[in-house]
């Protein structure tokens, strides 16, 4: 009989991610982590030696380059389409999980740290919002908005979708990510046609 193989690294590192974005960082142990990816601890260890805080900045930042591969994919067509597609990727995670789900990025950023200094793990989902706000301003200069309005939509779009995405863990309904949805991508087309009319 076939021994069953061993987990590999991007299964523990996609299971630590999950269980993050369910319970938060500082809920979990390395054994926790582990045990959600279905991995022996020992085997856990053997990719991540130094534990937990290297696991869990693997996993925020495997998390974060997800999302990113989604967006940069979605603003070749522009930034609204980019939009719609982050909000549909959080809204299918939160829904999917019955609402267990949220971001892991967003919940490594919330807690508190349990050192005096910033984390790894804390310090990747800087990283990951500065990824996603970079990538969406990028596609709003892209199509003539000015730069700082292209920068404050970029950082409106991540900081409103993050929060939907807490609100409707909260209310165990989409209702909050919908409404922002709708607020969003009336700012966003503003915007373009304001740059439109200015570049006429």
């Not at 929060?163 to 863990?169: E, I, P, Q, Y």
């Amino acid at each position: 009989m076939a021994k069953p193989s061993a987990p590999s690294r991007e299964r523990i590192v996609a299971g630590a991610a999950d269980l993050i974005s369910r319970r938060g960082l500082n809920a979990t142990s390395i054994r926790d982590l582990a045990k959600h990816a279905g991995a022996p601890l020992g085997s856990t260890y053997h990719y991540f030696p130094q534990g937990k805080g290297q696991l869990a900045t693997e996993a925020v930042r495997y998390a974060g380059e997800a999302v990113t591969g989604v967006l940069r994919r979605e603003l070749d067509s522009g930034p609204v389409a980019g939009l719609r597609a982050f909000l549909a990727l959080w809204r299918g995670i939160v829904v999917d999980s019955g609402f267990r789900a949220g971001c892991p990025v967003l919940a490594v950023s919330v807690e508190e740290p349990q050192a005096d200094e910033a984390p790894p793990a804390l310090l990747a989902a800087a990283e990951a919002f500065e990824d996603w706000e970079r990538l969406l301003a990028d596609s709003l200069r892209g199509q003539g908005v000015d730069a700082d309005r292209a920068e404050g939509l970029a950082a409106l779009v991540v900081a409103s979708v993050e929060g939907a995405t807490a609100m409707c863990r909260a209310k165990r309904g989409a209702h909050p990510l919908d409404q922002v949805a709708q607020q969003l991508e009336s700012l966003i087309e503003a915007a373009l046609a304001q740059a439109a009319r200015d570049g006429v």
